[in-house]
């Protein structure tokens, strides 16, 4: 594997021939939904072996030219990120803990045999495209800008081998609430599909691990609930994450339990923030395996008491009804609890500055 360049030269900046017009993006903004509409720009950035990575620039957003053998379309060589821009109580931007998702895409990127992208030029790249674009940012309750930073393999060649170009992207989308239901708990449906398993890619953010979770989502859906949630591959019984998310569980006497990463589960960075807010409450925190048949016996004698999802995009999502093909159970009372509750606010408050950051994870851009 590569080394990590050397830093590069400031981002060279392309012109936008015709940026969308302010009455098309504020119609887009009053209701941008998840993931459907997309800013002006993006920044690029190509990496080739002896060369290291070269050419960064920021310009009009536009489709990508791709050899019909790029090693990405055959090989799945692919990783990214998803992180957020958040409007400020005093009216600036900041970003939440960009510098731990630039660790975390050099962790993906190991896996998968890729380069590394040195961190100041990961954190750069984002804030570059934000302010670049600080226009897409919808104002409104849980709005942001979603951030996309992703690498494809570019090398045209067939053959079972890392790849030798890359490309690294940005993207930003205009972002409202990630559930489309706008209820305040969702339903989850337990999968007989496995996400991920020991020694596989589990911890790594790449598309194909999404991939393979878009059937049993389907299934989800077409069941009538909103998100999967996932067994581990072993012995099929304990909680990993869902489709999308980490998972927590709030026991009656104020315990919280998450299952442990162990290289099955995703690295969430609002898992890690949460596990810091917690403990910062006082509330007893631990990492353990947590299976099934518990959680459903949990549920019907009261023990536990609250359940929540957690992710960039969908912030602190409280689970409320849980099916499978063994039956249905409720959590709690259906609905969100007052520790789901009060670790969302709390979370909610430091990234958009109506609260003290104490940990250095806002990271303000003006």
Known sequence: MASLAEPLA??????????LAAEARAAILANPGFGTHF????????W????????ATIGPRGPIALDPAAAVLHYAQEIFEGLKAYAQADGGIALFRPAANAARFNASARRLAMPELPEDMFVDAVKALVLADRGWLPGGEGASLYLRPFMIATEAFLGVRPAKEYRFLVIASPAGNYFKSGTPAVSI???DFTRAAPGGTGAAKCGGNYAASLVPQAEAVARGHDQVVFLDAAEHRWIEELGGMNVYFV??????VTPPLGGTILPGITRDSLLTLAREQ???????RYALDQWRADAASGELVECFACGTAAVVTAIGRVAGHAGDFTIGSGGPGQITGMLKDRLVAIQRGLAPDT???VMKLD
């Open 10 to 19: 400031p981002f060279a900046r392309l012109d936008h021939p015709a940026p």
């Open 359 to 361: 940990h250095g994870w």
């Open 39 to 46: 800013s002006d720009h993006m920044v690029s950035i190509a």
């Open 282 to 288: 006082g509330l007893t925190v631990s990492e353990e």
């Open 251 to 256: 026991f009656r006497d104020g315990r919280l």
């Open 189 to 191: 449906w337990v999968s």
């Open 48 to 55: 080739r072996e002896g060369q290291g990575w070269h050419d």
